[in-house]
């Protein structure tokens, strides 16, 4: 038996790469992830500085639910990294969230027209490559099988 040093580091042949529609996705479900999580940040920040005139368990009780809203895209934009079935579920799940959010910012007009745009549209984005055949298929989801009973 002999031992190859350059096989320990070849690359794994038997994983397919992945394909840049789940890169994609989960680079902008990512970059969603990270703004929220700086807005519940920023929340705080404004609550430790006394900029806020709002009650101040009621700006800890938001800016706490922000960071925690920022738990799921981060957690589904790892997962579609990764490649793991279950991302898909939670990242279609905030580009569906977003949606709504991006139309009603989009009605205010001027800077939050183009606020509301981008968010828009990079839901659909994200929508479209999760949706893909070319996806479902790294991400192990395929047509179900018919049992019989």
């Known amino acids: 038996m002999t031992t190859d040093a350059s096989s320990a580091d070849a690359p794994r042949t038997s994983e397919p790469s992945r394909p840049g529609r789940i890169t994609a996705a989960a680079a902008v479900v990512a970059a969603q992830g990270v703004v ?45 990294w990764l490649r793991r079935r279950w991302s898909r579920g939670p990242a279609v799940i905030v580009q569906l969230m977003a949606l709504p959010m991006g139309w009603q910012m989009a009605q205010n007009g001027g800077g939050w027209l183009v606020g509301g745009a981008a968010i828009a549209l990079t839901a659909l984005a994200v929508l479209g490559c999760l949706m893909s055949p070319a996806a479902a298929g790294a991400l192990g989801i395929g047509p179900r099988e018919h049992r019989d009973a």
Request: hydrophobic letters at 65%; a neutral charge; zero cysteines.
């Open 36 to 80: 929220v999580a700086g807005l519940g940040v920023t929340m705080l920040v404004m609550l430790l500085t006394g900029s806020r005139a709002d009650d101040a368990v009621q700006a800890l009780t938001g800016a706490a639910t922000v960071l925690a809203l920022a738990v799921l895209p981060l957690a589904a934009a790892r997962g579609l």
